[in-house]
């Protein structure tokens, strides 16, 4: 009898194969799951003592993963908001190995909620995001800063003055003027409503009426599911953010509702300032947004190594109405800066 040994030698090298992948990825795993922390173990959560003219106080941050060369710092909007929107993050980012981490800004959530109004500034805010940066050892090695919404304010105005710490900037859903922001609303989604339901809108706004349960009944339907969140159901993360709103801070510094701006950051306009931002920059937009996605297209035309993600199905938290289209760019810019590259080109499907 004779037999064939190559069936055999291609069976042992497959057997070899699958156990040196698995072995690979093993230890993958065991590095993006590794813990610096020291003693008590607390699932990469720090409480970071954060020095105001009005005291110190802590914020509550919590790393996933480790990646010696991609660590991406959230900044959630609001202000007032909380982490807790970005934990669609955990199904996409793990399984590319890069490394990312909540942070609930001071006011929010997990962190201390002082009630002192002098506290709530741009300017402060940005010092307190410089020393989260020092507190968790981000370096321009490896520190990506990604704000969405209040926190693409809050990363614009970090990155115009601390750049030199930055890997790579993502500006999510934010434009980078306030005044036209407001035009945007009243000029341009405003229009797209049921007249008859504009005008009790602005019925309530006119009166500043703005507790009374109506008029938030008549903004979700009309303009939160519409330009927010486009999902008929929305995801539980984004709920629990959404409950668990610090309004102190959101009325004074957004003012009542997404419905325009008229707080603190009413007057807020970076666009001039653009163009000294260096550092690789995404600008994501989207079609049904409450941000101008033309807007945002020419933000990334300003900065001086900008990338674009349009999402065409998705509204302001593209995360969710327009997923597989926000991560997958969102990732392949990520990869991009970590291979030296200064921007990206990307697409929508």
């Known amino acids: 009898m004779i037999i064939s040994v190559r069936p055999l030698a291609s069976l042992t090298l497959a057997v070899l194969f699958v156990a040196c992948s698995q072995r690979e990825e093993s230890s993958a795993l065991k590095t993006y799951f590794k813990t610096d922390e020291t003693g008590v173990q607390t699932g990469g959560i720090k409480m970071v003592p954060v020095q105001t003219p009005k005291g110190t106080y802590h914020v509550w941050t919590k790393r996933f993963g480790n990646n010696p060369r991609m660590k991406v710092l959230l900044l959630h909007g609001g202000p007032g908001a909380t982490h807790e929107y970005f934990e669609c993050f955990e199904s996409f980012l793990p399984q590319e190995g890069i490394e990312f981490i909540y942070y609930d800004q001071l006011g929010s959530a997990y962190s201390d909620q002082p009630k002192d109004k002098d506290l709530w500034t741009t300017e402060r805010f940005v010092e307190e995001v410089e020393q989260v940066r020092q507190a968790l050892g981000l370096n321009k090695e490896n520190f990506y800063l990604l704000g969405h919404s209040w926190g693409g304010i809050l990363a614009m105005e970090y990155a115009l003055k601390y750049q030199q710490h930055l890997k790579g900037l993502i500006i999510s859903n934010m434009m980078a003027s306030a005044p036209e922001y407001d035009v945007y609303a009243q000029t341009v989604l405003a229009k797209q409503m049921d007249p008859a339901i504009l005008k009790q809108i602005r019925a309530f706004e006119s009166r500043k009426d703005f507790e009374n349960p109506k008029y938030m009944e008549l903004l979700i339907p009309n303009f939160y599911m519409e330009h927010i969140c486009r999902l008929k159901e929305w995801p539980d993360p984004l709920n629990r953010a959404f409950a668990k709103m610090n309004k102190d801070v959101y009325v004074l ?97």
């Open 253 to 349: 510094m957004q003012g009542p509702s997404e419905f325009g701006l008229s707080g603190r950051l009413e007057k807020w306009d970076r666009k001039a300032g653009l163009k000294n931002i260096s550092v690789p920059t995404l600008v994501v937009g989207a079609k049904y947004d409450t941000m101008d996605p033309e807007h945002m297209k020419w933000i990334s035309m300003q900065v001086q190594n900008g990338s674009y993600l349009l999402c065409p199905n998705g509204s302001h938290i593209d995360m969710y109405d327009d997923q597989q289209v926000y991560m997958a760019g969102l990732i392949k810019f990520l990869k991009g800066v970590d291979e030296g590259k200064k921007t990206v080109a990307l697409s929508s499907r």
